[in-house]
């Protein structure tokens, strides 16, 4: 339920107008389909290096690119009425606080910059870049908290996405400290052989007939306990209520192992039915070995 088309400063360092130009064309025109081309359609996850359960996955549907009408509508949505008023905090987990996006479909051209040893968070207009602080995101999208999580408490970030649902076809990402690449895996729902571990990515696959899913979706893994069959999470933008335990997680999904593979359910564990979740594509994780 994110977009994330600006790009990270210290990945591309480019000139304002250059930077401003891209934001722009991503969001308004790569997206938005002003061409009447279509978008270019994620590379099929199973080809991907790293990709745990690839042997049992089914090829991904190409993407469907955003309309102007669309991009418009999402535009007006950040007028509210707002679910929680806009940048009010949700909650935190390992100090990284989550604020609100006013409503799931509401985006807004401002990016989020985080200081990576403070926390501090400054927004700026897309284009403008602070000085000695790391690029988030569109504020406050899921995206941008999950790039915040990694880079406050991994010391790690990841590159430019369209959309949230196309962290899943990342290979590397960058620590921070020495600027060094760091390959990513990835393991495919329902075909997993690894569990989800604290500090994974759950990525949530794009639904292009739902307005609340068009672009998917991403939350941290903050803690599991399989045997228990649930998973934690913390996130920004999922419905943007305050968390069920503001100092720890959102909230807790479903997580049941079949054989040898995993599948992650968007369903509470003492639920059985979620009738505004999403379908959970897989999970994305840096590779340690």
């Known amino acids: 339920m994110t977009f994330d088309s600006d790009r990270p400063r210290r990945w591309s360092p480019l000139p304002i107008p250059a930077v401003v130009l891209i934001a722009v064309s991503l969001l308004v025109g790569t997206l938005l389909l002003i061409d009447g081309r279509p978008a270019p359609s994620t590379p099929a996850v199973e080809r991907l290096p790293h990709t745990d359960g690839a042997e049992r996955l089914a090829p991904p549907p190409v993407g469907e690119?955003?309309?102007?009408?669309?991009?418009?509508?999402?535009?007006?949505?950040?007028?509210?009425?707002?679910?929680?008023?806009?940048?009010?905090?949700?909650?935190?987990?390992?100090?990284?606080?989550?604020?609100?996006?006013?409503?799931?479909?509401?985006?807004?051209?401002?990016?989020?910059?985080?200081?990576?040893?403070?926390?501090?968070?400054?927004?700026?207009?897309?284009?403008?870049?602070?000085?000695?602080?790391?690029?988030?995101?569109?504020?406050?999208?899921?995206?941008?908290?999950?790039?915040?999580?990694?880079?406050?408490?991994?010391?790690?970030?990841?590159?430019?996405?369209?959309?949230?649902?196309?962290?899943?076809?990342?290979?590397?990402?960058?620590?921070?400290?020495?600027?060094?690449?760091?390959?990513?895996?990835r393991s495919l729902n329902g075909h997993a052989r690894r569990a989800p571990e604290r500090g994974d990515l759950v990525i949530y696959a794009a639904d292009h007939n739902d307005p609340e899913w068009r672009a998917g979706h991403v939350a941290v893994v903050v803690d599991t306990d399989i045997e228990q069959g649930w998973v934690a999470l913390a996130e920004q933008n999922y419905d943007n209520r305050p968390w069920i335990d503001p100092e720890h997680y959102a909230r807790r999904i479903r997580i049941v192992r079949v054989g040898e593979r995993y599948s992650l359910l968007d369903v509470a564990p003492n639920q059985v039915e979620n009738p505004e979740g999403g379908a959970i594509a897989g999970w994305v994780y840096p590779r340690v070995d």
Do not use: H
């Open 65 to 185: 690119a955003l309309s102007l009408e669309r991009f418009q509508a999402a535009r007006r949505a950040c007028d509210g009425p707002c679910v929680t008023d806009f940048g009010m905090p949700l909650g935190r987990s390992n100090g990284v606080e989550a604020r609100s996006n006013c409503v799931s479909t509401c985006v807004r051209l401002e990016s989020s910059f985080v200081d990576p040893d403070s926390g501090q968070i400054q927004v700026a207009r897309s284009g403008e870049r602070p000085d000695q602080l790391e690029y988030a995101g569109l504020a406050y999208q899921c995206v941008e908290y999950a790039r915040r999580w990694w880079i406050q408490t991994l010391g790690l970030t990841f590159g430019d996405v369209p959309k949230a649902a196309d962290i899943l076809s990342l290979t590397e990402g960058r620590r921070l400290s020495d600027q060094a690449v760091i390959p990513l895996g």
